[in-house]
Structures are given as structure tokens and as C-alpha cells.
């Protein structure tokens, strides 16, 4: 059997398990899973990735690459992404581009890397991470106040350096980037994995076993998913996915001398699920809106939340598929070819909806949840 159609029916199995889970699994359980994930799991693996990898400074290549790849999509999400809707769903399109521009590597992207890639090509993702972390909590933070300031009847601006601060703790305390901080500063000294104690050596490899499984089965039983506004959802997420392939297939014939790993990587990294960190963004404008009796919201939180449920289950769908048709997804013509297919199919509600005369009406109902949105609890992240 195909090695990547074997691995690919292995993860989708143990997805499967967990989807037979998720009546037994409470919310507040999955929380607990998701802090195991992200704060222990997640890092062990990214920990020993690092110090695997030689240090030069030719790799801030790839958190600036990740950094530019947020702006440009950004830019996307206000003149292709968000046009679907109308123009006066101002709150909608707002949303939509604090969260479609954002990427959540850790749940949807990394375990699939180290299975197919390995270690080596997580430790790149890892430092890419860094320049995604970068865009989703500072720049987004700061274009969400100056929204928030439009908008206020009171604009309170004396909030705004206390949360850049706090936002800047909140990243230098993150696990994973604690991890990438002193991976860093080991090699820097010359230091590897084999430097360390026999011991720390053996318990940092224990808690790498457990990551990929443990996403895996939090992926099944997290995702659920009602009727509601799916189909806009679907093909706005299909219209990110299509620029994204679009971009991946003009890196690579920018430059073709690179390796098929390091295409995969390019390809697969930038269809992460959409990041957390702008809901938590979102939700505290909200609040602020509230205490000032504002009438007209910044945000649209619920449609956020619905953008999130389905982010996750579309990405890790569509990173499964890539790696298990690897030999396709490197070559640049059907990287393009899926980038206008994507792009191309997501247009056809709108154009059904202006050939039959009706305007698109404003979608209802909030379709599903995804755990551990708490606009309350800046958790930390796939992210």
C-alpha cells in the first residue's frame, strides 16, 4: 500500500474513534485535553524538532514568510474574500478579516507534518509560527482597537498599551514559544537533544509520543457542526484555501529548485485553520461595546464562533488530502489549477443568487461550536 494513503487512513481512523467519543466527552473534558495538547504534548515534539535542526539566519526566511503571507491575505479577505457579503454587513466583513487571514498550525497542521514530513520540517513550521503569532496577536489586536475607536460612542484609548502589553507576556509565555525560546538559545551555545540528561532526554520523548494521537482524537470528538450559514461558511473557507493554493503555486515556480518537503510544507502550513486569538480579540471589544451601550457592534461574534467550527474540520480535511496525493500537490500547475478550482466553485452561490434576482439574504442561526471559544479565557492556542 501507498506509505502516504496507509498513514492517511491511519489518522483518519483514530478521527474516526474520537467522532465515536464525543457523546461520552463533556465540553469542559475536551478543555482539558486541548490545555494538554498545546501546553505539554505540542511543545515536547516541537522542543526536540529544534534541536535537530542546524542554526543560520537564513531561517528567518520563514517567519517573515508566514508574516507576509498574513498581509496578504489580509488584503485578500477585504477585496475577494469578504465580497459575498453585503455591504451593509459591516460587522461581517470586519470579522472576516481579523479571521481568515490568521492561521491555528498547532491542531490542524503540525501533526500531520511530523507524520509525513517529520521532525525536521516541524521545526521549520515551528519558527513560521512565529511570524503568524506575531500578525494574530499584535497587528490584529491593534486594527481590532482602531475599529473598536471608529466606531465607540466613547473610544477609549488609555486601554490600549496595558493589552499590547499584556498581549506581549501573553507571548513570550506561551508553551510553544517558551519551547522555541530556549531551543533557540541551546543552539546557539552549541548545544543539541544529546546534550541534555539521560533522563530529560527520555521523558521529553515520552510526551512526544503522546501529541498525534491525542489531536487526532481531539479533533473527532471537537467537531460539531449544525445546519445554519454552512454554505456561505464553506465557500468563504473554499475561497481562502483557493488564494492560499494560488500563492503556494506562485512560490513554487518562483523558485523551482526547492525540494519537494520543503514545497509540501509551504503548501500545506498556509491551510491551517483559522487562529483563536482574533475571536479573543473580538470578544473583548465586544465587552467594551456593551459597558458603552453601543448600538452597533464592531464584530459579529456569533458568526465568528460559526467560522471557527467549521475552519477546523475543513483544514484538517484538506492537509490530509494534500499529503495523501504528495506527488500531485508539488507540482505548481495543479497547485494553480486547485487555486482557481477552489476559488472558481466559490463563487457559484453568489452568481445563483444575482441570476435568480434575489438578494442574498442575511444568514441565522448559529450552526455549531467549537470548543473552548470562551470569549472570557484567552487560552492558548493551536493557535
Not at 108 to 120: A, E, K, T
Request: a positive charge.
Amino acid at each position: 500500500m501507498n506509505f502516504a494513503l496507509q498513514n492517511t487512513l491511519e489518522l483518519v481512523l483514530v478521527i474516526g474513534l474520537g467522532l465515536l467519543l464525543q457523546k461520552k466527552i463533556a465540553k469542559q473534558d475536551l478543555k482539558g485535553v486541548k490545555t494538554i495538547i498545546l501546553s505539554v504534548a505540542l511543545p515536547a515534539v516541537i522542543f526536540v524538532a529544534l534541536l535537530k535542526i542546524k542554526l543560520e539566519s537564513s531561517l528567518l526566511i520563514f517567519p517573515l514568510l508566514a508574516l507576509a503571507f498574513n498581509l496578504v491575505m489580509f488584503l485578500a479577505s477585504k477585496y475577494v474574500l469578504s465580497v459575498s457579503l453585503p455591504k451593509e454587513e459591516g460587522a461581517k466583513r470586519r470579522t472576516l478579516m481579523m479571521l481568515l487571514p490568521s492561521l491555528a498550525p498547532g491542531l490542524s497542521c503540525f501533526p500531520f507534518i511530523v507524520v509525513y514530513l517529520g521532525d525536521d520540517s516541524l521545526a521549520l513550521a515551528a519558527l513560521a509560527d512565529v511570524g503568524n503569532k506575531i500578525f494574530v496577536l499584535i497587528l490584529l489586536y491593534m486594527l481590532a482597537m482602531h475599529w473598536y475607536q471608529l466606531h465607540s460612542l466613547k473610544a477609549i484609548k488609555t486601554s490600549s498599551k496595558s493589552k499590547l502589553r499584556d498581549l506581549g507576556l501573553a507571548l513570550l509565555n506561551e508553551p510553544i514559544n517558551m519551547v522555541i525560546i530556549v531551543g533557540l538559545t541551546l543552539l546557539a551555545f552549541g548545544l543539541n537533544l544529546e546534550s541534555l540528561p539521560i533522563f530529560l532526554q527520555h521523558t521529553i520523548g515520552d510526551l512526544k509520543m503522546i501529541m498525534t494521537p491525542l489531536i487526532l482524537l481531539f479533533i473527532g470528538m471537537a467537531v460539531r457542526i449544525k445546519s445554519g450559514e454552512f454554505g456561505i461558511i464553506i465557500s468563504l473557507l473554499a475561497r481562502r484555501a483557493g488564494i492560499t493554493f494560488l500563492l503556494s503555486a506562485t512560490f513554487v515556480f518562483l523558485f523551482p529548485a526547492l525540494s519537494p518537503t520543503l514545497i509540501l510544507l509551504l503548501v500545506v502550513f498556509p491551510q491551517s485553520a483559522c487562529s483563536f486569538w482574533p475571536f479573543a480579540h473580538m470578544s473583548a471589544i465586544t465587552t467594551l461595546e456593551e459597558t458603552d451601550a453601543q448600538k452597533k457592534p464592531t464584530f459579529d461574534i456569533d458568526f465568528a464562533v460559526n467560522v471557527l467550527a467549521c475552519s477546523l474540520p475543513f483544514s484538517t480535511v484538506l492537509v490530509i488530502g494534500i499529503f495523501s496525493f504528495d506527488q500531485l500537490f508539488i507540482d505548481p500547475i495543479v497547485l494553480l489549477a486547485c487555486g482557481t478550482l477552489f476559488v472558481g466553485t466559490s463563487f457559484v452561490p453568489d452568481l445563483i443568487h444575482r441570476w435568480k434576482g434575489n438578494p442574498q439574504s442575511e444568514p441565522s442561526g448559529n450552526y455549531g461550536t467549537y470548543v473552548g471559544l470562551n470569549p472570557q479565557s484567552h487560552s492558548s492556542e493551536d493557535k
